[in-house]
């Protein structure tokens, strides 16, 4: 009997050591194939305009990435847009975040749903919406870089809040009252104890915010006029053919965000 | 519910207080609130509360959770605001001061270290807030006393409890505030370690002098500790004094219980007989000394301190005047060591505890033995039979 349950238990252990391994790494190469795809074709030569087989290595497209007409202008746009919403929803959320969490006032339970609506809604609609705002409101003349901007805030906003509100619903009140009990007053308190402590929820929600801006297509589309952001340069390239410059851009921001995390980490584990 | 004054304190405190506060100016820097009342919404935490707290000295605030001591330590930090009533330090009104402007700073329950900092800039923070100079060399001294300069780099989460404790006590004794304000600060230490720190506290309290108010729902805590105890329950206080006095001379049915353990026995007072009452327990004629009576006529809870009590079999000499009750019958006898605690079931149906002292001198009765319980008449107390003899009794023990 005993023998029995042993050998079990040793493959149970057996099991619990390579199979369960085995299945993650299984789902890591699911997720990364398509990075490595992008990768890959980032230094594809096509043969022909639609270039989706890979038919031989180059550096060109790393050398000349703003070869493609307009593709460029389109990435610029994409990253003051997305850093300018980045910036204003971080600012806003964060602040929302605070008031959600420390104080009780009247609505504020509503408050807590109704942030939670535009994670919740579909971006098709919403964004439909938003354009008969901005038209009704009577902006239809000057859609562009403003309205995208007003309207990446918006859909920023509320993954801003839901992130700092978690970092700040996890901080021990008892620290900014030791801080005080410590001679610190309302100023130094934030500076010194709050801010740092809930930093890392705020730089969180920052860069979900850039990519989320960064990476909108349906809202953006719809409330762009003459505009064009790299999302939709990437819509409409594929329309003629792909050009494998697309790649270079996409494997940079991979690396930017992969260094970034990295960076993050090096940093806490240094820190301790 | 009871007459007892706040105020009161026993003799053995003032001598108490006198020693600890050294060379202190008398009365220079006490700590007094009066008529503080704290009511929150739904309820009233602490109901018009007197208190002195001189300067200089270990002050304990003691009672179970709920009672209101903490709230009366944070009303004195600056962290809640009184209702009513007025907090003087050194005869300055401090009740509306924020809490970084008193010159008082706090031990927090589990701490409260800052997390992204390190043990160095933890201790150093009140200095720096303060804009004093010489910081570094004043952090190092204060390491340096509660023995962690080793661990100066180090973050809070890389230290054990006990290193953690000392941390915070160093963070807040560093600003050399006039009150130290300690909340539970060995709550979350393992047994062997809380009493290896209540030995250290003792000593680092007489080192510097300061004014420590220490709230524990741990009567042990509060009574090796502090040269006051203000047993505090409902929001006020039931009664005041150096621990021994406490002890012995407990006023109220909560205090009996709350602090060590009574039998509380039903009786009446006959009539007085000089410096004695007599006093009727079921049956039984007891004199009690009127010294030992917080009640003197009617209904009294007749008190006995189970240790004090003897078990002895029916008839047997003593050697000297004893106050007896018999006709007891053993229904318990636990052996724990170095002692034997038994329960004797009371004519009355009543059973009562005797904690007897493993010296070998007394015989060992086992259950349903005839027993005869004895004691010295000086130790017998008298508390107003109006209160509920079971107060304070279900002492919620988080140790």
Known sequence: MTTVASGRSSIGKWIGDHLIMGIGLLVLLYMFTPIFIVVLMSFNDPASRIGYSFDGFTLHNWLNPCEPNGMCDAVVLSVQIGLAATLGATFLGTLMAFALVRHRFRGRAVANVFTFLPMASPEIVMGSSLLALFVTAGFAGVLGFWTILVAHI?????????????????????????????????????????????????????????????????????????????????????????????????TAMFLIALITVLAGELGRRRRG | MTDTSPRTTGPGAGEAVGAASGNAVAGGADLVLTGVTKRFTDFVAVDNLDLTVPQGSFFALLGPSGCGKTTTLRMVAGLETPTEGEIRLAGQDITHLKPYRRPVNTVFQSYALFPHLTIFENVAFGLRRQGKPDVDAAVAAMLDLVELSDLASRRPAQLSGGQQQRVALARALINRPQVLLLDEPLGALDLKL??????????????????????????????????????????????????????????????????????????????????????????????????????????????????????????????????????????????????????????????????????????????????????????????????????????????
Not at chain 2, 195 to 204: D, G, H, N, P
Not at chain 2, 358 to 365: L, P, V
């Open chain 1, 154 to 250: 918006m859909f920023c906003l509320s993954f801003v809040v839901v992130t700092v509100k978690a970092r700040l619903a996890g901080l021990d009140p008892r620290l900014e009252q030791a801080a005080m009990d410590l001679y610190a007053n309302e100023w130094q308190t934030f500076r010194r104890v709050t801010l740092p402590l809930v930093f890392p929820g705020i730089l969180a929600a920052a860069l979900l915010s850039f990519s989320l801006s960064f990476d909108d297509f349906i809202i953006t589309n719809l409330n762009s006029g003459q505009a064009v952001t790299f999302p939709m340069y990437v819509w409409g390239a594929n329309q003629r053919g792909i050009p494998p410059q697309i790649n270079v851009i996409g």
């Open chain 2, 194 to 399: 809380r009493r290896q720190m209540q030995i250290e506290l003792k000593r680092i309290q007489t080192d510097v002098g300061i004014t420590f108010v220490h709230v524990t729902h741990d009567q042990e805590e509060a009574m090796t500790m502090a040269d006051t105890v203000a047993v505090m329950n409902r929001g006020v206080i039931e009664q005041m004094g150096a621990p021994m006095d406490l002890y012995e001379h407990p006023m109220t049915t909560f205090v009996a219980n709350f602090l060590g353990q009574s039998n509380l026995i039903g009786g009446r007072v006959l009539g007085s007989d000089g410096a004695d009452l007599e006093v009727e327990v079921h049956g039984t004629r007891l004199r009690v000394p009127r010294s030992r009576g917080a009640q003197d006529t009617g209904e009294v809870w007749v008190g006995i301190r189970p240790e004090k009590v003897q078990v002895c079999a029916p008839g047997s000499a003593d050697d000297g005047p004893r106050s007896r009750l018999a006709g007891g019958v053993i229904t318990d006898a636990s052996f724990i060591g170095v002692s034997t605690q038994y329960l004797a079931r009371m004519p009355w149906g009543q059973e009562l505890m005797a904690f007897e002292q493993n010296t070998g001198a007394h015989e060992q009765f086992r259950v349903g033995d005839h027993v005869e319980l004895r004691w010295v008449p000086e130790h017998t107390f008298l508390l107003d039979a109006d209160q509920d003899a079971n107060a304070g009794v279900e002492r919620v023990d988080e140790g």
